[in-house]
């Protein structure tokens, strides 16, 4: 998707100013996820994913994260153009730095998913891409912290990174039930590397075992 904005039912998004852009995997979990009235969305970008929680869930109130100063801006501007903006708020920081003393009931996040693989050039589109600034150790743990006791996490991921994010969980059970599959559609019989994956944990399996490996 190489657009500089794009136009949904309700808001619209410009990406001009991020490093990663819209994509299908963004889309796939804004429709997907459960919500509830308190939602976090960590790594938001663009502010997609917040704007289709804030749409989906009409008493919610939105929180959206990321490292980007940059994409926080072009966030914040598209919140601002849209009819959601008195719902939603965007802070500039890291998940590793973020507290808040609400626990949130949906925690959400199209996270940086490379981990051994040659880095891009665009170095705020790497950022974006790459798990050095959030391993998947450290996005469960920021996840156990502000997840209510009846709250669910929801994220996606390449299929070709599943093990290694589910070796991040902190704790062993794993419920692969709650994954679900999405195909390019030009491809009959897909590889398993081209499809994503929407692992969904409650908070129960997240708090299983926070020790470091």
Not at 28 to 37: H, I
Not at 123 to 151: E, K, P
Not at 197 to 206: A, E, H, I, K, Y
């Amino acid at each position: 998707m190489g657009k500089d904005k794009f136009s949904f039912r309700m808001f619209d998004v410009c990406q001009g100013r991020c490093g990663m852009k819209v994509g299908t995997d963004g889309v796939l979990l804004g429709a997907w996820a459960r919500g509830g009235r308190s939602i976090l969305d960590i790594g938001t970008g663009t502010g997609l994913i917040a704007l289709m929680m804030a749409q989906r869930f009409a008493e919610a109130r939105v929180t959206a994260i990321d490292i980007d100063v940059e994409a926080c801006a072009q966030a914040e501007e598209n919140i601002q153009n849209s009819s959601f903006a008195s719902r939603i708020d965007v802070e500039a920081s890291p998940l590793q730095d973020f507290s808040c003393t609400e626990k949130f009931d949906s925690v959400v996040s199209n996270p940086p998913f490379f981990v051994d693989s040659l880095r891009n050039p665009d170095s705020r589109r790497s950022v974006a891409r790459h798990a050095d600034t959030l391993s998947y150790r450290d996005l469960f743990r920021g996840v156990v912290s502000l997840i209510s006791d009846d709250g669910e996490f929801s994220a996606v991921i390449p299929a070709e990174c599943l093990s290694r994010f589910v070796a991040g969980l902190p704790c062993r059970s794993f419920d692969g039930s709650t994954l679900r599959r999405a195909y390019h559609p030009a491809q009959t019989c897909p590889p398993l590397s081209r499809s994503f994956r929407l692992p969904v944990f409650t908070v129960g399996q997240l708090r299983g075992d926070v020790a470091e490996p």
